[in-house]
């Protein structure tokens, strides 16, 4: 079986749970996943079959989310998973002082991961080496931030906003908790997360793990065609014979011009073939294979 799953990942499973259930569902050996999710968050996870998982790195990387922030509360994992540092009631914050601040976390900005985040520094995840207890400062990242929209706010001692946040990858969402409430000098931390778009899937079209399950037990399953998971790539065309040679991994020397670097390669019959790199050459121009789909034995 190759191609993807849209999985609706349950609260309190990690990534790497989610795979090893797929994998016990499918009986499967290959299965990988895109853009890890922490087990206090939920919603869309990338799941690959097969050879599928070999066309990760190809996806597109932009995300989505729906997030609530709880104010007066700050935490060790920027979440309400961790020990907490900080509790002060915030009543007399504003929605208005929150949409001031909103701006700053908007376009390309600068973000310190949260010490408990999977980033590896000297060759160790972040979280082991909290955990051990020995702290590291990690350098700030540049993340882009495409859109904030506010979906809801409830004041109180501990006032919750609820955020549309659409992002690029590498954001952390528990990192723009915990910095929107030091501006507004009342603490924060996230509360609930839920991804409703990840690497082109969409949390409308997911399937639940029962869902999934119940669908392999009733031979309904049909994974998600590769070319309809890399739509966002451009098309190259072969021909039989090229195809041919491309599939046993052999360059191929084209005239055709498309204006990308990786592109999708399908057969004149519209199969999906594998991803080639187009370069520009002394012998012209290569369409090189980087994943052949459909080998030839």
């Known amino acids: 079986m190759n191609g993807f799953l849209n999985l609706n990942k349950p609260l309190g499973f990690t990534s790497h749970d989610c795979v090893a259930k797929v994998r016990r569902i499918l009986k499967l050996k290959r299965v990988g996943h895109a853009g890890t999710l922490d087990p206090a968050a939920t919603g869309v996870l990338p799941i690959a079959l097969g050879r599928a998982t070999r066309l990760l790195q190809y996806l597109p990387s932009d995300k989505a989310y729906h997030a609530t922030i709880c104010f007066g509360l700050t935490t060790a994992t920027d ?25 700053l976390f908007q376009g390309t900005i600068q973000q310190v991961p949260p010490n408990y985040s999977a980033i590896q520094v ?14 590291i400062e990690v ?30 990858s590498g954001t952390y969402i528990r990192s723009i908790a915990r910095d929107l409430g030091a501006m507004l000098d009342v603490g924060g931390t996230l509360a ?13 079209d997911s399937l639940t793990l029962d869902e999934f399950a119940t669908q392999v037990q009733d031979q309904a399953f049909s994974p998600i065609d590769p070319d309809i998971a890399l739509a966002h790539l451009p098309i190259f065309t072969l021909p039989e014979e090229p195809a041919k040679r491309w599939r046993w991994g052999q360059k191929v020397v084209t005239d055709e011009v498309i204006n990308a670097a990786i592109v999708r390669v399908r057969h004149e019959d519209n199969r999906f073939l594998g991803i080639a790199q187009l370069v520009e050459s002394e012998e012209g121009r290569l369409l090189i294979p980087q994943m052949v789909f459909e080998p030839i034995s």
Request: charged share 30%; with cysteine.
């Open 79 to 103: 979440d309400l998973e961790g020990e907490v540092l900080a509790k002060q009631p915030a009543s007399g914050l504003t929605l208005e002082a929150v949409k001031s601040k909103l701006p």
């Open 139 to 168: 350098p700030a990242r540049s993340v882009d931030i495409y859109q904030l929209e506010i979906l809801d706010w409830r004041s109180g001692e501990f006032p919750e906003l609820d955020l549309a946040i659409a992002c690029g």
């Open 192 to 204: 609930k997360l839920i991804r409703t778009d990840s690497s082109g899937f969409t949390l409308s």
């Open 122 to 135: 000297q060759g160790k995840r972040l979280y082991d080496l909290a955990r051990s207890g020995e702290l």
